[in-house]
């Protein structure tokens, strides 16, 4: 269960005593205009794939009469003309939103062919179906007789859980839209406050109607934005959240605060332990081997590979699966009750922590200024005294290394507080620093010397050392890695530089979970290969840039509408020793003299540096390439580009040997 949820159900039902008068729903008398698509012009759009002539959402708030409980209609009203045949096939189904806790009460459908014929769907054309994968049912409209040119028109309203705690409606998308329209209906006791985001105008009060409160947005156009490659495309599109935030029949109780969110996570997080939980607390703590290292750091990381090690998480809500008692017996606890364990072992041990929810950056950046609970979505441990964080269910991540995309972010941090012999949760909201630079490294030492009867061929002896993002995904695991896969997953590293090297020897070192976060993971190989050397005549071209692997390359031809953002910060540095072959000479040592490098505030942010230097028959090839930013705004993303490029251009780099004259 996202932690989010926990105060979501809490909340439900507490507030809604006082009813004001209740006016009908505004969907029941909705409906499509009869001939509104038989007037659409569609000449100024023929080199669009698809366009938008209508895309109306209404979120109406009401109470049922009988039971007095708050419910949310939802309605949603689309018209979109198909110009391609890519197009076709991805909207020749319509998937209508269907889960355990909502109901589709109304839904209608039709296709209007570029000839003007109208072809209504009834409702034997709504089907239902199973993904195979996650057994989710769902339910679609199978569209009949559309064809280039056709329109296609739909809409339909779910009775659902209301969501007032925070909720994201996202209007923009990769095609133009026309009369794009968002109205929020509620009870006159329900106040809601709205914001917008990336540019989309803000939410109006409508000040006429008088028998229930009404927000609107109205745009004419709203222009579609493409994926650009490395782009947060979800977190960039134009949206809006709402959130109820007064109830006028209780004024003075707070409703969607992160107050009140702390103390009801933290009570979950944290709550009474009998003596015989704690006693088995105490026995899990006991058998964990190496847990009273001196080093605070390291004893985290024991209990964190221990824990992840012994316990499967699952994604199943159940009130076994977190509870700690039950999660210490059969070793199995869901994401709430993983966080309810580590909180009761770290209090156990007297570490002091801190429980951080946040959102991934990626789809749904943090808004430190608006409070609503749809941005906690993602939960961190926090250790102050260290300053570093832990994913709790996350099995590939561990401490100091928390998911990239939750960091260099923005998230609200639950801290302990006793008052009077009470205790609680008080909640802050604060950023959450990347991890630097400097911590993930992919670094390489190449030693290389020519056959002595073939200088096509050349013995190499790598040694790759890889540390921090670069190695969470293999070095925690390599003690559970069966010996065929673990050679299998080591001959691919050896063999990212190409695939055509043999390998006539390698060691591993490190290997081992412990390691992660001090120690390297270090691949040491020698390796035989005709793949980097051409002969020309009586010249060798020895095509050194390739023995650093292949490169991101970054070209745009149009101009750049999103920003970049990297999941982590990062570092390389290589070296390249080149035995020359006696009698030989290179003709063309200054085309490994790369240099790029960018500052802001007298900050280096990005560089590439790659240099040489040449002693007797030694060539040494430097270089040196790191990132100090993850989030790359327009303004300097040019010269992001410029340096990613460089690495690009280096791995294009091919020395030229030729007999000493």
Not at 87 to 105: C, D, G, M, Q, T
Request: glycine share 4%; charged share 30%; proline share 3%.
């Amino acid at each position: 269960m996202q932690l989010h949820k926990i105060v979501i159900y809490i909340f439900m039902g507490i507030f809604f005593a006082n009813i004001f008068a209740q006016t009908k729903p505004v969907y029941e008398k909705y409906d499509w205009e009869k001939e509104s698509v038989a007037d659409i012009d569609v000449t100024d759009f023929q080199t669009k794939d698809i366009v938008a002539f209508k895309d109306k959402r209404i979120h109406e708030f009401c109470f049922l009469d009988k039971e007095g409980k708050l419910i949310e209609y939802a309605l949603e009203h689309k018209i979109l003309w198909l110009n391609s045949n890519d197009r076709i096939e991805e909207y020749n189904k319509v998937y209508l939103p269907y889960s355990a806790s909502s109901e589709i009460v109304r839904n209608k459908a039709r296709v209007i062919t570029k000839d003007g014929k109208v072809i209504e769907l009834d409702q034997s054309k709504v089907l239902t179906a199973k993904d195979d994968e996650t057994q989710r049912t769902y339910k679609y409209y199978a569209l009949e007789g559309v064809e280039k040119g056709s329109f296609i028109e739909y809409f339909y309203v779910v009775k659902k859980y209301p969501s007032y705690t925070g909720h994201r409606v996202t209007l923009q998308t990769d095609y133009d839209k026309k009369n794009v329209e968002f109205d929020l209906y509620a009870p006159t006791n329900l106040i809601f406050q709205t914001k917008t985001y990336n540019g989309l105008p803000e939410i109006i009060k409508d000040t006429l109607i008088k028998d229930r409160n009404h927000w609107q947005l109205y745009l004419d156009t709203l222009s579609g934005v493409q994926q650009e490659e490395q782009a947060p495309y979800n977190a960039m599109t134009k949206f809006l959240i709402y959130k109820l935030k007064k109830n006028l029949a209780n004024p003075a109780k707070e409703l969607v605060s992160y107050s009140i969110a702390s103390q009801n996570i933290y009570n979950v997080i944290y709550p009474e332990i009998d003596k015989k939980t704690h006693a088995k607390v105490k026995k899990f703590i006991e058998s964990i081997p190496d847990i009273k290292d001196k080093d605070l750091v390291k004893s985290i990381r024991t209990i964190e590979n221990f824990v992840k090690s012994n316990m499967f998480v699952t994604d199943v809500s159940r009130e076994d699966l977190s509870t700690i008692a039950t999660i210490l017996d059969n070793k199995v606890a869901n994401e709430q009750g993983v966080i309810k364990l580590y909180a009761a072992i770290f209090n156990e041990l007297d570490i002091k922590h801190q429980i951080v929810l946040t959102s991934n950056r990626d789809v749904l950046k943090f808004d430190k200024n608006f409070e609503a609970f749809n941005f906690l979505q993602e939960y961190l441990i926090y250790f102050p005294k260290l300053k570093l964080y832990m994913s709790p269910s996350k099995r590939e991540s561990r401490v100091g290394f928390p998911p990239g995309n939750l960091t260099d972010n923005y998230g609200l941090f639950i801290k302990k507080v006793s008052l009077g012999g009470f205790t609680s949760g008080v909640g802050s909201v604060k950023y959450i620093k990347p991890v630097n630079y400097d911590k993930t490294r992919y670094d390489l030492v190449m030693n290389v010397s020519f056959d002595t009867d073939d200088m096509t061929t050349t013995n190499l002896t790598m040694d790759r050392a890889m540390s921090g993002y670069y190695a969470i995904y293999i070095q925690p695991f390599m003690d559970v890695i069966k010996k065929d896969d673990k050679d299998e997953m080591l001959d691919g590293i050896i063999k990212s530089i190409s695939e055509n090297v043999e390998i006539t020897n390698k060691k591993v070192y490190n290997d081992n979970p412990e390691a992660f976060g001090s120690k390297p993971l270090r691949i040491v190989a020698d390796l035989v290969s005709d793949a980097f050397v051409e002969k020309a005549g009586r010249k060798y071209l020895f095509k050194v840039g390739e023995l650093i692997g292949p490169q991101q390359e970054m070209y745009q031809e149009k101009e750049r509408k999103l920003p970049v953002e990297n999941e982590f910060e990062r570092s390389y540095s290589r070296k390249i020793i080149i035995e020359i072959p006696k009698g030989y000479q290179v003709l063309n040592p200054d085309d490994i003299n790369i240099t790029k490098s960018y500052s802001k505030d007298d900050e280096e942010l990005f560089m590439f540096n790659s240099s040489y230097e040449l002693k007797g028959n030694q060539l040494t090839i430097s270089i040196t390439e790191r990132y100090n930013q993850n989030i790359i705004n327009i303004d300097m993303y040019e010269a992001y580009r410029s340096i990613i490029n460089s690495a690009a251009n280096f791995n294009k780099v091919t020395l030229v040997l030729d007999q000493v004259k």
